[in-house]
Nanobody, 124 residues
Framework: QVQLEESGGGLVQAGGSLRLSCAAS????????MAWFRQAPGKEREFAAA???????IVADSVKGRFTISRDNAKNTVYLQMNSLKPEDTAVYYC??????????????????WGQGTQVTVSS
């Protein structure tokens, strides 16, 4: 079992930045692909970014050039650096883990473990 705990959310003005953290426990994340998803009120959970075991990253087109995902295996933590935030980035942000042997997936249904989420609110 992998337990995931997100932190770093909050209220920020448009154009601002936030860095989200996802601390894992129970197992080391070395063998997992890690991802961030987000869910706005009334909408489905959507993919934001993922990082593979080797450090390969992919990001959704909607956040490309603004969001950066990274991992620190020594700290068992994954980060999401969010810059140039927009009101449409407002959502609950969730961290997820998927066994690395299966590769990166953008599908929420393919993730094995989830955190409880952290709220990000961007004011205009």
């Amino acid at each position: 079992q992998v337990q995931l705990e997100e932190s770093g959310g909050g209220l920020v003005q448009a154009g601002g930045s936030l860095r989200l953290s996802c601390a894992a426990s129970g197992r080391t994340i070395n063998s997992y692909t890690m991802a961030w998803f987000r869910q706005a009120p009334g909408k489905e959970r959507e993919f934001a970014a993922a990082v593979g075991r080797s450090g390969t990253t992919i990001v959704a087109d909607s956040v490309k050039g603004r969001f950066t995902i990274s991992r620190d295996n020594a700290k068992n933590t994954v980060y999401l650096q969010m810059n140039s935030l927009k009101p449409e980035d407002t959502a609950v942000y969730y961290c997820s883990a998927r066994p690395g042997v299966y590769g990166i997936s953008r599908r929420a249904g393919d993730q094995d473990y989830w955190g409880q989420g952290t709220q990000v609110t961007v004011s205009s």
